[in-house]
């Protein structure tokens, strides 16, 4: 519905129409919004004055029927409405798309000097039920809803988690791995060297040289500080 002008236009969606529909100021949308409230204006960014109906979207909203047959809202259409759009009451325009059953109650434009639009599902209600029943009926599975996303969420980052930690463990072995290979490498060249240099004759002294430069340039000079510390002490 849209209110302004001292004026209200009613449009009715089938909702077993075709979709998705699409609401808003331009004039190739399904529901063209801001035909009322061009007498209304209100103070832009820069001081001017607008028609409130400037500030609504080209596309406001878009209504899509989902797989499993529930209806939702979406704001604008990929790209979010400049002004956005707002469950009933709520001062933060929504963030993801808000199921729509009977009850429901979405402010397309907040109420602004006389101008108002929302969408609004009545509800099939008794004599004895509450005035605002169906939209409290409505918002609880909005809220449930939106708990089922957050646990949702929370489950894929835990996911996410535990996948990063069996990646590092994964990695960490491999560089355990590498190491190990690269140690025994390195020992196992010592060693050839070391007797390579023996079968040769060289001299001890010249051969215990040889074997620090070695170590030094392979990454293992430790090892032979520590033995030659661990020889001065004995």
Not at 104 to 129: F, Q
Request: hydrophobic fraction near 35%.
């Amino acid at each position: 519905m849209e209110m302004g002008d001292g004026t209200t236009r009613t449009i009715h969606i089938d909702t077993q129409g075709k979709f998705p529909v699409v609401i808003g100021r331009n004039p190739d949308a399904d529901i063209q919004i801001g035909l009322l409230g061009k007498r209304t204006f209100i103070k832009d960014a820069k001081g001017n004055d607008v028609p409130i109906s400037k500030c609504i979207s080209k596309i406001q909203a878009t209504i899509y029927r989902y797989d499993n047959g529930d209806l939702r809202i979406h704001d604008g259409n990929g790209d979010p409405s400049s002004g956005g759009i707002r469950i009933f009451g709520c001062d933060k325009p929504i963030e993801r798309p808000v199921p729509l059953s009977p009850g429901a109650h979405i402010e397309l434009m907040p109420r602004v000097k006389g101008y108002y639009c929302w969408l609004e599902w009545t509800n099939d209600t008794n004599a004895s039920d509450e005035p605002t029943q169906g939209f409290n009926r409505w918002n609880n599975e909005v809220l449930q809803d939106s708990n089922q996303v957050l646990e949702n969420r929370i489950k894929e980052l835990e996911y996410s988690v535990s996948v990063c930690s069996t990646t590092n463990r994964i990695q960490d072995q491999q560089i355990k791995n590498t190491e190990q290979k690269i140690y025994r490498i390195k020992i196992f060249g010592i060693v050839t060297i070391s007797a390579i240099l023996i079968s040769l004759g060289v001299d001890v002294e010249q051969i215990d040289k040889v074997l620090k430069v070695v170590a030094f340039v392979a990454g293992t000079g430790l090892i032979w500080t520590a033995s030659e510390k661990k020889g001065r002490e004995s």
